[in-house]
């Protein structure tokens, strides 16, 4: 009983004492600066949700001095810093060294010889200056009065380092010319600025690379419209913990990524001094950063490893290839493994000539330094364009969200590609007129349907062959080796004949009665119907026919052909109006 109760009053006095002290330690946090209040080594400033803190640091293998802005929350485990200010200018002595705002809005870090260390610069002037540390983990300077984020006199988000911090903003201003770009640091224990860099690149249309001074160490190509061209597959759709935005107008162009819930998740995009770009989360479990991608990728995001018209596979071996259709520039070279000189086309392209446009499936767009685009331009529309320019060598869709949509043109050589089967796009390269409109990469499906309609031509055809060579074969009666006599359809006979109409009649032999008739070509004929009666059967007629066929010459009246239908047997002769009718009758009955 009395143990107990020593217990309760034990964690009385604890819970007192502990939230007291947590109220001395609350009353002493402050998310800003003001005029009257300056900070010192050990003194720090929280953001309102504790998330960040600002104060003194040094890198980890470094005495120097720097104000940085870090996680509060995850402090105890590790000191994870987003922002470095004087980052080119650290202190070894910070005895007598203050960071205080003054009057006209200026943020500064003073020296005990009140000389300016760092500061932060202003265009404007305000009465009331105060220096906050934001929930983003923004520092800004306003006035204390003023919330619009428009109205800020300076902003760390700025003026960023080496980290990507949710809801900032990585890009360019076109009003004011002003670009924000991460900068490495140059290694683990110095934050001054390394020698890597990481902008959107507005040249052209806008992509994002990483640099090493002026050189370009890869890129993962432009925006279209849901992703970067040549984005890992983290990237391929949008994270259920943040949102990815690429905006780009007359006025400003940037990418931005927001986490959907700000209180759950703690995540961080850093430019390593290595020129690695990591994507870190934070997991509570484990307290640690987890990788969950990493840039460059593989080897094939080496900026132009292949030269202009190589592809990059990272699964064939050698893993630099010439686009189909393109062939090494320098065969020997390239065999060697030096793929700098790239690739040309097989058939060169003669601008004064005819050329097709060929579809590349499944592409990393090729660098877009050189391009012009248009956001409403149909593909149709971009390929006339790219076709009536000599320097126009392929074109794609801008933005492929919503179906295709908007015009990107390449002028030049086309650099940087990289085969990417499952997430790459589709570019259509110019190609001389003889390597034929058949479509290049996964498109094998128009080849099969092409394959497909020309076999069934081809069989259409030949059935059709087939049939008037039976027709003209059926035609014919074959008498005898050296004879054949055309055979004429029974039809054509009963509609010559009016259908052996007593009109048509001219005379009556002993074989059977004589018709003219009228064939549809106009061709008159006389028509010899031999009798029923006469019992002559096929082979007794066959000879009949013979005879008159090797008489004919002799004869004045020419045989036209022959006709049977069942046991109707006829012959066909021209009619000569001035011959008699014996002719017909007798003089061919022989
Ligand atoms: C600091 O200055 C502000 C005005 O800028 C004033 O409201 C505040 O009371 C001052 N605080 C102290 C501790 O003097
Ligand atoms: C730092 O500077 C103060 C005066 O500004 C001086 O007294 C002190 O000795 C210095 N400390 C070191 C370690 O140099
Ligand atoms: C530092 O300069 C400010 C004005 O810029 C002045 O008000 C202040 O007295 C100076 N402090 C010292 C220690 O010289
Ligand atoms: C502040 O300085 C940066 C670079 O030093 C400059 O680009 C920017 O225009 C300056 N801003 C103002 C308001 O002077
Ligand atoms: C997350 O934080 C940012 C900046 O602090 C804020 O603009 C945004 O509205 C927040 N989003 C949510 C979902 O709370
Ligand atoms: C955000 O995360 C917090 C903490 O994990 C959770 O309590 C809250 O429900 C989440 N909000 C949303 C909208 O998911
Ligand atoms: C884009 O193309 C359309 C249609 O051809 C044209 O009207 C428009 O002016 C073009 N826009 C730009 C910015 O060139
Ligand atoms: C072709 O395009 C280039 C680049 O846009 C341009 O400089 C050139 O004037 C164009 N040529 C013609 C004939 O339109």
Excluded at 278 to 283: D, E
Excluded at 382 to 397: E, G, K, P
Aim: aromatic residues 12%; glycine residues 6%.
């Amino acid at each position: 009983m009395t143990s107990s109760m020593e217990a309760s009053f034990f964690l009385v006095f604890l819970l007192t004492f502990c939230s007291s002290i947590y109220s001395i330690f609350s009353a002493t946090t402050t998310d800003s600066i003001t005029t009257n209040q300056s900070i010192v080594d050990g003194e720090t400033i929280v953001s309102s949700d504790g998330t960040f803190e600002l104060g003194f640091f040094s890198p980890s293998g470094s005495s120097n001095r720097y104000i940085g802005i870090w996680y509060k929350q995850i402090l105890p485990y590790v000191q994870t810093v987003v922002w470095v200010a004087n980052r080119e200018k650290p202190l070894t002595n910070t005895s007598s060294v203050q960071l205080k705002i003054n009057v006209p809005g200026i943020l500064a870090l003073l020296n005990e010889k009140n000389e300016s260390i760092w500061s932060t610069n202003t265009s404007r002037s305000v009465q009331n200056p105060v220096a906050v540390l934001l929930d983003s983990g923004n520092l800004v300077v306003k006035d204390a009065n003023d919330k619009n984020p428009e109205d800020f006199l300076w902003q760390s988000f700025h003026f960023p380092t080496d980290t990507h911090l949710p809801d900032m903003k990585l890009g360019k201003n076109f009003k004011t010319g002003y670009e924000i770009y991460l900068s490495a640091w140059k290694n683990d224990n110095d934050p001054a600025p390394g020698e890597f860099t990481r902008t959107i690149d507005p040249t052209g249309y806008p992509q994002a690379l990483t640099k090493s001074g002026t050189n370009v160490l890869y890129r993962i190509g432009p925006w279209n419209g849901l992703r970067w061209s040549g984005a890992p597959t983290p990237l391929l759709t949008q994270s259920r913990l943040y949102t990815l935005q690429f905006i780009f107008n007359k006025d400003e162009l940037y990418y931005i990524f927001s986490l959907i819930n700000n209180s759950s998740v703690l995540s961080r995009f850093v430019l390593s001094s290595n020129g690695d770009i990591q994507r870190f989360m934070w997991v509570d479990q484990t307290k640690r950063w987890n990788v969950h991608y990493k840039l460059p990728t593989d080897t094939c995001d080496t900026y132009s490893l292949c030269g202009v018209y190589g592809s990059c596979d990272i699964y064939s071996e050698p893993i630099c290839g010439c686009l189909e259709k393109f062939v090494p520039k320098y065969p020997q070279q390239w065999e060697k493994g030096d793929w700098t000189e790239g690739c040309v086309r097989r058939k060169p392209l003669d601008c004064s000539k005819e050329h097709v446009f060929l579809r590349y499936s499944g592409i990393k767009l090729p660098d877009t330094k050189h391009t012009r685009y248009n956001k409403t331009m149909t593909l149709d529309e971009c390929r006339q364009v790219c076709s009536r320019n000599c320097s126009c060598t392929a074109y794609s869709s801008l933005d492929i969200s919503n179906g295709d949509k908007g015009c990107l043109l390449w002028y030049g050589e086309l650099i940087d590609i990289r085969k990417l089967p499952e997430r790459g796009q589709d570019i259509f390269i110019k190609m001389d007129s003889s390597e034929q409109e058949s479509e290049v990469g996964s498109t094998r499906k128009k080849a099969k349907i092409l394959t497909v309609s020309f076999s069934l031509l081809m069989a259409t055809i030949l059935l059709i062959l087939i049939l008037l060579w039976y027709k003209r074969k059926k035609k014919k009666l074959k008498l005898s080796e050296d004879i054949e006599l055309p055979l004429f359809p029974f039809s054509t006979i009963t509609r010559a004949t009016n259908n052996f109409s007593f009109n048509n009649k001219i005379g009556e032999g002993g074989f059977g009665p004589v018709y003219k008739g009228v064939l549809e070509e106009g061709q008159e004929i006389a028509v010899k119907r031999l009798s029923r009666t006469s019992m002559q059967g096929l082979d007794e007629y066959k000879n009949e026919v013979i005879y008159i066929a090797k008489l004919q010459h002799r004869n004045l009246v020419r045989l036209l052909g022959c006709c049977i239908q069942g046991e109707e047997k006829m012959l066909i002769y021209e009619y000569m109006p001035n011959k008699s009718l014996d002719s017909y009758i007798f003089g061919l009955d022989f």
